[in-house]
Every structure is written in structure tokens, then in C-alpha cells.
């Protein structure tokens, strides 16, 4: 099926489809600025030698979580995506390229985030870093996945 436009209860649904991948990665990358924000916050407090906001380190860990793990279920779903409703190859697009490298750096982020959430503290400036950068990245790719959407 290439065209979701060509009509038919199949084609109907699939005109549905192709949204999940873009809804579902808005949802994440929400999520995961969230987090950023929360997680800048511990920086400055951290930086400064003083406590951080109460809550701050519980509101990081709950919204880091599932947002790192729908941005990586939700790369897989993109190429799947493709590979069913559309008329190009998966992983040939530069929204692809961006989202590859974003991927790459957001699974980064989340296994330093469990080093640092195990107590070692060495995996904080690697944390901070790959995270940072994960959601420039995730954005730029947002970016260039918007000129996909149909
Ligand atoms: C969107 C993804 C994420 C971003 C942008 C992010 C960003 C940050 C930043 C900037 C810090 C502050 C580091 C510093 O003090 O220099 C931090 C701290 C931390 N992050 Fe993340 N993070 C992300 C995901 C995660 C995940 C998935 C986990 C856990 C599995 C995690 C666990 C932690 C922990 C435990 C801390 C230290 C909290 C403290 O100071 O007590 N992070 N994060
Ligand atoms: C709001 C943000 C995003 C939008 C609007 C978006 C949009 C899209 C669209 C429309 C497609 C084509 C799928 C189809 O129509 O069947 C796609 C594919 C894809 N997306 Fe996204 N996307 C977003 C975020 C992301 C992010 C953050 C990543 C990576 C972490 C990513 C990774 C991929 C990949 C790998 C593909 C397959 C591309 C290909 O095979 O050429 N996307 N995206």
C-alpha cells in the first residue's frame, strides 16, 4: 500500500496510522523537556552546593522515564511506519539521519541516568551532556519529521 489517499476501509485506516508515530513522539519529546527543565534545575543546585527544590529529583525520575522509553519505542515505530504506508525506504530520509543520532544520545542519557541514579556520581557530567544534546537533537528532528507529516 503507497498511497493512503487511495481510498477503501484498509486505506481509511492507514490515513489513521500514519499519525501515531508523530502524535506519540510529540508526547515524548514533551515529556523529556520536562525533564531537562527539572534536570537544569539539580544542575544550579548542585553547582551552587545547596539542596535542591523539594521534589525536583522525584519529578526528574518520573517524567525522564517513560519519556526516554516512548522516544525509543517510538523510533522503532517510525521506520515501521514507513515500511507500511508509505512509498519510500525506511531510513532513507534526513528525519531519519537527525532521529538516528537522537536515539542514540537519548539511550545514552537513560543508561547514565541509572549509573547516577545508583549513586555514582561520576556519570553526572555524561548524564547532563547526552541529555542536553539528546533533546537538541530530538527537536531538530521534530523539525524535519513535520515536513513528513501527510
Ligand atoms: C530526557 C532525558 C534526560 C535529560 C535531558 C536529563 C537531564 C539531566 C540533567 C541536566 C541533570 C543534572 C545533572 C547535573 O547536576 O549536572 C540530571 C540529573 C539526574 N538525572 Fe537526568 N536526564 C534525563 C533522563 C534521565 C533518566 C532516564 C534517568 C534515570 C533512569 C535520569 C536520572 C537522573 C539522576 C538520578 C540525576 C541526579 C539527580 C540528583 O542530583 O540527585 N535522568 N538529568
Ligand atoms: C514531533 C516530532 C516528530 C514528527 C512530527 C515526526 C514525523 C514523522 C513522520 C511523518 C514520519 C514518516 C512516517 C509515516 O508517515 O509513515 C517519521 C518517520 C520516522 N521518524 Fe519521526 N517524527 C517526529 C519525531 C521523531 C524523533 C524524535 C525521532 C527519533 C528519536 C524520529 C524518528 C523517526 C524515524 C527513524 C522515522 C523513519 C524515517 C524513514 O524511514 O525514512 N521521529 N517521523
Known sequence: MTDPTAGGPVDSLARWLVYVHPIWMVMALGLCLVALRAGLALR????????????TRAL???????GVLLVLTGFVLGPLSVAWFRDW??????HALL????????AGAGLQGRRLEAGE????????????????????????????VP
Open 44 to 55: 544550579r543546585a548542585h553547582a551552587a552546593k545547596r539542596p535542591p527544590p523539594k521534589g
Open 60 to 66: 526528574h525520575l518520573r517524567v525522564a522515564k517513560p
Open 89 to 94: 525506504t525506511p531510513m532513507s530520509s534526513f
Open 99 to 106: 532521529g538516528g543520532v537522537a536515539a542514540v544520545l537519548f
Open 121 to 148: 556520581g561520576d556519570a553526572r557530567r555524561a548524564h547532563a551532556w547526552l541529555g542536553g544534546a539528546a533533546v537538541v537533537l530530538g527537536l531538530t528532528a521534530a523539525i524535519a519529521g513535520f515536513v513528513l
